[in-house]
């Protein structure tokens, strides 16, 4: 039974598509972000697995009229894992690439957005907040990434590999950033929990275990962009 909430949620759900067809993302993106919201606090079960996929697909409509790609991917992966016949899907395909990831306009570039993803988010998880502190130390640890890059593909031939070979290839290649941490946050000679990631043994075509129907490295195994939560 639906809780108060979640009549509360359904009313402002009404209201973030008003303002979409409006063409006022602005004012639906709080609305349908707190929509989304309103069915974890309606007590979200398989029953509503639907609704919650169009509320999650109508806010990564929203996020991309705002510019925001890397955030609807977000949306539109959880939404066509909730529905994987649903428009989510056809859209999710259409604009990630291989990685789950906002697709760029040549796949060498969607290459470098995994590895760099890869490698700033391992960075960030050893700062306070997950952000960078000041403009230097960001680039600071780009230039340390980009001349990383170049190592490796000095040191691999990744040119014609598969998607899974290459996430391996970029998840095995540790880079010590010791000039730009604090001593005692350094992560440097340890093992990192990136080793353990959901699609490390699955097979290049291997369909992702939570029934999607995609390939685990596009779907639950898909590459968080570095502040992703
Ligand atoms: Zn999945």
């Known amino acids: 039974m639906r809780n108060k909430e979640g009549y509360r949620a359904e009313y402002i759900y009404g209201a973030g598509r008003r303002a979409l067809a409006r063409h006022d993302p602005v004012r639906a993106l709080p609305l349908l972000r707190a929509a989304v919201d309103g069915i974890a606090m ?24 705002l510019g925001k790609s890397g955030l609807a991917i977000k949306a539109l992966a959880s939404s066509q894992k909730l529905a994987p ?16 990831m906002p697709r760029s306009s040549c796949p060498e570039h969607d290459d470098y957005k995994a590895f ?7 960075y960030l998880a050893n700062t306070p907040g997950r952000r960078f502190s000041n403009q230097t130390e960001m680039e600071a640890v780009l230039a340390v ?5 170049l190592r490796l593909h000095k040191s691999a031939d990744l040119g014609d590999r ?7 290839a970029f998840r095995a290649f540790r880079i010590d950033f010791p000039a730009l941490l604090p001593s005692s ?43 992703e939560r």
């Open 85 to 100: 016949r649903g428009h989510a899907r056809a859209l999710y395909c259409r604009v990630s690439n291989e990685y789950g």
């Open 185 to 227: 946050l350094s992560s440097a000679g340890t093992v990192m929990p990136g080793d353990f990631w959901p699609g490390a043994s699955a097979s290049e075509h291997e369909r992702c275990s939570c029934g999607s129907g995609l390939p685990v490295h596009r779907c639950c195994g898909r590459v968080p962009l570095p502040w």
């Open 145 to 149: 990434i980009a001349d990383a890059w």
């Open 116 to 122: 760099f993803a890869i490698q700033a988010r391992r």
């Open 162 to 168: 598969s998607c899974g070979y290459k996430l391996h």
């Open 42 to 65: 309606d007590g979200a079960h398989p029953g509503r697995h639907q609704e919650l996929a169009d509320r999650l697909y109508w806010l990564a409509i929203t996020l991309i009229k």
